[in-house]
């Protein structure tokens, strides 16, 4: 900060001005290393529900790439496939047990369900 003219309580700091930075680029799309493809088929138990781990893919929307995962229970009682899954992930469509996280945020409950 620089010194300001002094006032009753002590010296005045004035805020620096900091140049405008250039928005950043969004990151460039990416497949995943071998170690994140790894847990596609991975098993893991979060908030009660048994999940399956889909695919891990690159989202543009985020500028990251993402684990897609389902509820193997919910999809089992409506009679809806891996292949269903992938369906409704690539064309957009919300489907009830279907839904996606980061890489290190599924990877934690992986190793919590086995370490359990």
């Known amino acids: 900060m620089v010194p300001g003219p ?7 700091h004035a805020p620096r001005r900091l140049s405008p930075r250039a928005p950043s680029a969004p990151s460039a799309p990416r497949n995943p290393t071998a170690a994140q493809a790894r847990v ?6 979060e ?11 690159w989202d ?3 500028g990251a790439l993402v684990v897609w995962y ?9 009679n809806l496939t891996e292949d269903d899954m992938h369906l409704a992930r690539t064309e957009g469509v919300d489907l009830g047990p279907l ?4 890489i290190a945020e599924v ?4 190793r ?3 370490s359990a």
């Open 107 to 110: 990877k934690k409950w992986i």
């Open 40 to 45: 596609v088929g991975e098993d893991f138990e």
């Open 99 to 102: 839904e996606c996280s980061g």
């Open 60 to 62: 543009a929307g985020l």
């Open 70 to 78: 389902y509820d193997a229970d919910m999809a089992a009682d409506a």
């Open 112 to 114: 919590d369900f086995r």
């Open 47 to 57: 908030d009660g529900a048994d999940w399956r781990v889909l695919t891990v893919e």
């Open 6 to 12: 002094p006032t009753v309580e002590g010296a005045f």
